[in-house]
């Protein structure tokens, strides 16, 4: 009850009006997020939630209204209140007027007076900048620069946060979640950059409006677009190739994005295949639309999807990929009252199949796993006043899990195997309210109840826990259940609170504190995930993961706001993390929960970051000092031992130059410190064949060598695309400029000329220098 009041700490009403409405960009209509709408005389503001939509609590009086984002001219506006009204403004982008962009701030003072903490946002525009793999734009790449934030190696999918495994990670796409971001094994990720608009990342003081992960949330919102008129873009590069059209429905009221991506590294690279290899397929491609229409004053649907595949193989093959699909409600109930409610399917599967050409052989392998999601999410917020706003809600996913099934045909007899369908639901309530307790101290606080239910599976099986730690458990007794029979149930509390104290007009000190919970799991027992990894739910012996993590900020702006730096120190731990015995087997195994073992985690580290915002030279440095430490039982010596993704010193560099009016360049290094690994302590000799052996069974006590890399870009804007009309650019760029060989990783194997020896071998995913060159263009 303690924790409730402080919720409604200062709630007393004022005798105030409300001034509400939406802010869009001027030239296409679209809705601008975060922007910072600022009362001068009252010295309060607020900002604009992810529809653009504002609510500014005043007293009757003239107010000069000041309206700043980043990337757009700000707007002064004197008001004269004496009664709620709404006002919807336009902002001009500086990049359309000045035909140049210069990043700034998106507000005086933002990351030092907002009560956020550990959150990074990345401009599309500061995107589009930044060398990259093979002149392709990667959302989730670009990221990897952040503080706080890893990977295991080049060409890795996923990504690692503060300690996180990547299952940790809540990757949400206009609200949908997504299961596997990366095509190409990691090499570029799904997001088209021509169709998102905001990419935001959470890594503490989550707000009490997300959950069901423990480390991180990825939430990238895609454009509405051009309300005002058609445009046509698009992109030529090294690997592949981009269009997009959008335009309106109805002019200022609805509109229209769609765009495709296909690779065609499988086209270019045709002639030079042959024999065995002339019919082999290795491609991607996707399609990304969004649609939005205004009812009325009050009314907005959105609808949105994204649908997504990568092929790989010839005679045998695999596929994988993601399907998401958003219904979106926005409801104006009155100027202090919105609510958006979302409905939305997410899938994400894979297959195998040995007959890819459909030839009818008499022997066949086929293999299927996939994990659906249905889900309704109604949010509310109230602008109760200019010192509360309180949001509440709730969530109920549906899942449905199907980890692994086979068919197997063999002298036309077939056979069916793998692992039975299982259902969860989880439903949630939530929440919160950031208050403005004084001049020098604002407060979020949330709390969030998840209950979760594990049903739908045919049968469920109890497991010797007396066993020897660190092999595989028998099955003592198995339980019969109906199809939607309750298994097992857990429930969770999960409190959040940040606040800001302001030291100075440019300094302030934060704190954040946030208890999670997480019901699903991706089992994995490879150096980096892979598209093949299986999600399972919480069951009967796999329980919720549970984290919680406290972080301390010192954030501080100087030279005019020209710069602006932090220094951020957190504390994580984490319970019922997975590992796995020796020899696991993961994959169409109905009794792979016996090769589960279970553990604690823990993960502490500083973040350093200076960005500079002004000028024509802009960019930041990031440096995470970090450990990422587990212990489990019978691993060790039953001692702490490093994670398989701690990196101990992470350092990023990102530059931006703009030259002129149509030159830019733009560069990124980055260091980190290798990934521990665990290698054979011993070898036996089998019939002259030497096998490498780890007999003492000790994670992790070794590490790889560090990597570093250079990248560099230059981008050229023409003054023209094709006839004289439109625009374009040619973007040059240089991957692994001083041709470093980072190693992905190193394994020991036989020596192919002599295999009574062993030796250490080390792999590396991009071993050269990778030029490119890609041609953009808008219509």
């Given at each position: 009850?303690?924790?409730?009041?402080?919720?409604?700490?200062?709630?007393?009403?004022?005798?105030?009006?409300?001034?509400?409405?939406?802010?869009?960009?001027?030239?296409?209509?679209?809705?601008?997020?975060?922007?910072?709408?600022?009362?001068?005389?009252?010295?309060?503001?607020?900002?604009?939630?992810?529809?653009?939509?504002?609510?500014?609590?005043?007293?009757?009086?003239?107010?000069?209204?000041?309206?700043?984002?980043?990337?757009?001219?700000?707007?002064?506006?004197?008001?004269?209140?004496?009664?709620?009204?709404?006002?919807?403004?336009?902002?001009?982008?500086?990049?359309?007027?000045?035909?140049?962009?210069?990043?700034?701030?998106?507000?005086?003072?933002?990351?030092?007076?907002?009560?956020?903490m550990?959150?990074?946002?990345?401009?599309?525009?500061?995107?589009?900048?930044?060398?990259?793999?093979?002149?392709?734009?990667?959302?989730?790449?670009?990221?990897?620069?952040?503080?706080?934030?890893?990977?295991?190696?080049?060409g890795?999918?996923?990504?690692?946060?503060r300690?996180?495994?990547?299952d940790?990670?809540?990757?949400?796409?206009?609200?949908?979640?997504?299961?596997?971001?990366?095509?190409?094994?990691?090499?570029?990720?799904?997001?088209?950059p021509?169709?998102?608009?905001?990419?935001?990342?959470?890594?503490?003081?989550?707000?009490?409006?997300?959950?069901?992960?423990?480390?991180?949330?990825?939430?990238?919102?895609?454009?509405?677009?051009?309300?005002?008129?058609?445009?046509?873009?698009?992109?030529?590069?090294?690997?592949?190739?981009?269009?997009?059209?959008?335009?309106?429905?109805?002019?200022?009221?609805?509109?229209?994005?769609?765009?495709?991506?296909?690779?065609?590294?499988?086209?270019?690279?045709?002639?030079?295949?042959k024999?065995?290899?002339?019919?082999?397929?290795?491609?991607?491609?996707?399609?990304?639309?969004?649609?939005?229409?205004?009812?009325?004053?009050?009314?907005?649907?959105?609808?949105?999807?994204?649908?997504?595949?990568?092929?790989?193989?010839?005679?045998?093959?695999?596929?994988?990929?993601?399907?998401?699909?958003?219904?979106?409600?926005?409801?104006?109930?009155?100027?202090?009252?919105?609510?958006?409610?979302?409905?939305?399917?997410?899938?994400?599967?894979?297959?195998?199949?040995?007959?890819?050409?459909?030839?009818?052989k008499?022997?066949?392998?086929?293999?299927?796993?996939d994990?659906?999601?249905?889900?309704?999410?109604?949010?509310?917020?109230?602008?109760?006043?200019?010192?509360?706003?309180?949001?509440?809600?709730g969530?109920?996913?549906?899942?449905?899990?199907?980890?692994?099934?086979?068919?197997?045909?063999?002298?036309?007899e077939?056979?069916?195997?793998?692992?039975?369908?299982?259902?969860?639901?989880?439903?949630?309530?939530?929440?919160?309210?950031?208050?403005?307790?004084?001049?020098?101290?604002t407060?979020?606080?949330?709390?969030?109840?998840?209950?979760?239910?594990?049903?739908?599976?045919?049968?469920?099986?109890?497991?010797?826990?007396?066993?020897?730690?660190?092999?595989?458990?028998?099955?003592?007794?198995?339980?019969?259940y109906?199809?939607?029979?309750?298994?097992?149930?857990?429930?969770?509390?999960?409190?959040?609170?940040?606040?800001?104290?302001?030291?100075?007009?440019?300094?302030?000190?934060?704190?954040?504190?946030?208890?999670?919970?997480?019901?699903?799991?991706?089992?994995?027992?490879?150096?980096?995930?892979s598209?093949?990894?299986?999600?399972?739910?919480?069951?009967?012996?796999?329980?919720p993961?549970?984290?919680?993590?406290?972080?301390?900020?010192?954030?501080?702006?100087?030279?005019?706001?020209?710069?602006?730096?932090?220094?951020?120190?957190?504390?994580?731990?984490?319970?019922?993390?997975?590992?796995?015995?020796?020899?696991?087997?993961?994959?169409?195994?109905?009794?792979?929960?016996?090769?589960?073992?279970?553990?604690?985690?823990?993960?502490?580290?500083?973040?350093?970051?200076?960005?500079?915002?002004?000028?024509?030279?802009?960019?930041?440095?990031?440096?995470?000092?970090?450990?990422?430490?587990?212990?489990?039982?019978?691993?060790?010596?039953?001692?702490?031992?490093?994670?398989?993704?701690?990196?101990?010193?992470?350092?990023?560099?990102?530059?931006?130059?703009?030259?002129?009016?149509?030159?830019?360049?733009?560069?990124?290094?980055?260091?980190?410190?290798?990934?521990?690994?665990?290698?054979?302590?011993?070898?036996?000799?089998?019939?002259?064949i030497?096998?490498?052996?780890?007999?003492?069974?000790?994670?992790?006590?070794?590490?790889?060598?560090?990597?570093?890399?250079?990248?560099?870009?230059?981008?050229?804007?023409?003054?023209?695309?094709?006839?004289?009309?439109?625009?374009?650019?040619?973007?040059?760029?240089?991957y692994?400029?001083?041709?470093?060989?980072?190693?992905?990783?190193?394994?020991?194997?036989?020596?192919?000329?002599?295999?009574?020896?062993?030796?250490?071998?080390?792999?590396?995913?991009?071993?050269?220098?990778?030029?490119?060159?890609?041609?953009?263009?808008?219509?």
């Open positions: 009850m303690r924790f409730l009041a402080l919720l409604f700490l200062s709630l007393p009403i004022y005798a105030q009006f409300t001034v509400s409405g939406t802010i869009k960009d001027e030239a296409n209509g679209e809705t601008l997020i975060g922007v910072n709408i600022y009362a001068k005389e009252q010295k309060t503001g607020v900002s604009t939630n992810v529809y653009g939509f504002y609510s500014l609590s005043l007293p009757a009086g003239t107010h000069t209204l000041i309206v700043s984002y980043v990337g757009y001219h700000s707007l002064e506006k004197v008001i004269n209140v004496k009664e709620d009204q709404t006002l919807n403004i336009e902002l001009k982008d500086k990049g359309t007027i000045l035909q140049e962009v210069v990043i700034q701030a998106e507000k005086e003072d933002a990351n030092v007076k907002s009560v956020s550990s959150v990074n946002k990345v401009e599309m525009r500061t995107i589009k900048k930044m060398p990259a793999l093979l002149g392709e734009v990667d959302l989730v790449r670009s990221i990897l620069y952040l503080p706080g934030v890893s990977s295991v190696g080049e890795s999918s996923g990504f690692n946060v300690g996180g495994a990547i940790q990670n809540l990757v949400l796409l206009d609200e949908a979640p997504v299961y596997n971001s990366s095509h190409l094994m990691g090499f570029f990720s799904i997001f088209n021509d169709v998102v608009k905001d990419v935001k990342l959470i890594k503490g003081g989550v707000p009490a409006q997300y959950g069901g992960r423990i480390s991180s949330i990825l939430d990238v919102r895609m454009k509405e677009g051009n309300n005002k008129k058609t445009e046509f873009t698009g992109g030529i590069g090294t690997i592949f190739s981009r269009l997009a059209l959008e335009g309106p429905l109805k002019k200022n009221k609805g509109s229209y994005i769609v765009a495709l991506r296909r690779s065609y590294i499988d086209i270019l690279a045709k002639p030079f295949l024999d065995d290899l002339k019919d082999v397929k290795f491609y991607f491609y996707d399609f990304t639309a969004k649609a939005n229409y205004q009812l009325d004053d009050k009314n907005t649907l959105y609808l949105s999807g994204y649908f997504g595949r990568d092929l790989f193989g010839a005679d045998f093959g695999f596929d994988w990929g993601n399907a998401t699909t958003t219904l979106r409600w926005n409801h104006v109930f009155n100027r202090k009252l919105f609510l958006n409610t979302t409905l939305f399917y997410s899938m994400y599967k894979y297959s195998l199949d040995s007959d890819l050409k459909n030839t009818n008499e022997d066949v392998f086929r293999w299927n796993s994990i659906l999601n249905y889900s309704i999410k109604p949010d509310f917020t109230w602008y109760l006043n200019s010192k509360n706003t309180i949001s509440f809600g969530q109920s996913i549906l899942y449905h899990f199907n980890p692994g099934s086979a068919l197997i045909v063999s002298s036309s077939g056979k069916d195997i793998g692992i039975a369908k299982k259902k969860a639901l989880e439903s949630t309530l939530y929440l919160g309210n950031e208050m403005k307790i004084s001049d020098n101290l407060i979020n606080a949330g709390i969030r109840y998840s209950d979760y239910r594990y049903f739908g599976s045919p049968q469920a099986y109890v497991f010797d826990e007396n066993g020897t730690p660190g092999e595989r458990k028998s099955v003592l007794d198995t339980l019969h109906s199809g939607n029979e309750l298994i097992q149930r857990y429930g969770n509390w999960e409190p959040r609170l940040s606040a800001n104290l302001s030291l100075g007009p440019r300094t302030s000190l934060k704190i954040g504190y946030n208890h999670l919970a997480q019901y699903i799991h991706l089992l994995s027992n490879t150096t980096a995930s598209p093949l990894d299986v999600w399972t739910p919480s069951t009967n012996n796999i329980k993961q549970i984290s919680d993590q406290i972080a301390l900020g010192l954030f501080m702006n100087f030279k005019d706001n020209m710069y602006e730096s932090s220094v951020e120190v957190y504390y994580k731990t984490l319970q019922n993390q997975i590992d796995y015995i020796r020899n696991a087997d993961l994959l169409l195994n109905p009794l792979v929960e016996g090769d589960l073992m279970y553990g604690k985690g823990r993960a502490y580290g500083a973040e350093f970051f200076v960005k500079k915002n002004k000028g024509n030279l802009n960019g930041w440095i990031s440096y995470t000092l970090s450990r990422t430490e587990r212990k489990v039982n019978g691993l060790n010596n039953n001692d702490w031992f490093l994670s398989r993704i701690d990196k101990l010193h992470n350092l990023s560099v990102v530059a931006i130059y703009d030259i002129s009016k149509r030159w830019n360049m733009g560069a990124t290094f980055t260091y980190m410190t290798g990934t521990p690994a665990s290698f054979p302590t011993t070898k036996y000799i089998w019939q002259g030497a096998v490498p052996h780890n007999y003492y069974d000790e994670r992790n006590i070794y590490r790889i060598p560090a990597s570093h890399r250079l990248d560099l870009s230059a981008t050229l804007k023409n003054k023209h695309a094709l006839f004289k009309k439109g625009e374009s650019e040619w973007v040059f760029s240089i692994n400029v001083y041709n470093r060989r980072n190693p992905f990783s190193v394994y020991v194997r036989q020596n192919p000329d002599d295999p009574s020896k062993t030796e250490a071998v080390r792999y590396s995913v991009f071993a050269s220098i990778l030029p490119s060159i890609t041609y953009n263009f808008k219509f």
